[in-house]
């Protein structure tokens, strides 16, 4: 039973073109959250939310636009792809609360932008 | 400004003897650090993780250590095994409800046999 689930596994695109990330997770967690690991391997936050409710926003062009249908989806979309986007996108998921940070990451979503 | 830094890109260390690796931060207020494991192709997986408030977490074979003065952490791994090669990264979070970690750039561990 996968926990934290990521579609598609690949994805490449060309400049300009609008794509979209799917992430769901079965843990029953209130926590989701979008990462970014470019090439130099650094896994950065781009975005959570909690319950629906976006909590965290780094600065991340507009182009980025999560969207949490409930509590258990965190889609990420991306207009007018840019070469810069190509990186391995996380999901990952945790249940909220005060001293419990353990996340659960998905596989992973590779984006190539030609 | 990278706020957690693994500044070893990789470590080889021979099967049954102890890997170390080792993770500095610069950031006061993070009071919790947490060590996840990555394969190929795969997401990070948890290791295991301390607060600021102890110096030394015990999980099996994966120890980590926290030197809060020298903004330090390590995690040690006693025996290694080749199935422990992977990339290691240490995270680091200043607490509250966000769950905001932020992350180094990993340590690729190799364990020969």
């Not at chain 1, 999560?66 to 792809?81: C, Q, T």
């Not at chain 1, 840019?82 to 353990?102: H, R, T």
Request: charged content about 20%; overall charge positive.
């Amino acid at each position: 039973d996968t926990a934290v689930s990521q579609t598609p596994k690949y994805l490449v695109t060309q400049m300009g073109n609008d794509k979209s990330i799917k992430c769901e997770q079965n843990l029953g967690h209130d926590t989701m959250y979008w990462y970014k690991q470019d090439s130099k391997k650094f896994l950065k936050i781009m975005f959570s939310y909690n319950n629906k409710e976006l909590i965290i926003n780094e600065t991340v062009p507009n182009r980025f636009s999560p969207k949490s249908p409930d509590k258990a989806h965190l889609n990420l979309h991306i207009n007018s792809l840019e070469l810069g986007d190509s990186a391995v996108y996380f999901c990952a998921s945790s249940l909220a609360g005060l001293s419990n940070y353990e996340q659960y990451f998905g596989p992973g979503t590779r984006l190539t932008v030609t | 400004d990278q706020q957690v830094k693994q500044n070893s890109p990789s470590l080889s260390v021979q099967e049954g003897r102890i890997s170390i690796l080792n993770c500095d931060y610069t950031n006061s207020m993070f009071d919790y650090f947490l060590w996840y494991k990555k394969y190929p192709a795969e997401g990070p997986t948890f290791l295991i993780s301390i607060s600021s408030i102890k110096d030394k977490n015990e999980d099996g074979r994966f120890t980590v250590f926290l030197n809060k003065s020298a903004k330090h952490l390590s995690l040690h791994i006693v025996p290694s095994q080749p199935g422990d090669s992977a990339v290691y990264f240490c995270a680091a979070t200043g607490g509250g409800n966000t769950g905001k970690l932020i992350f180094g750039q990993g340590t690729t561990l190799q364990v020969k046999p």
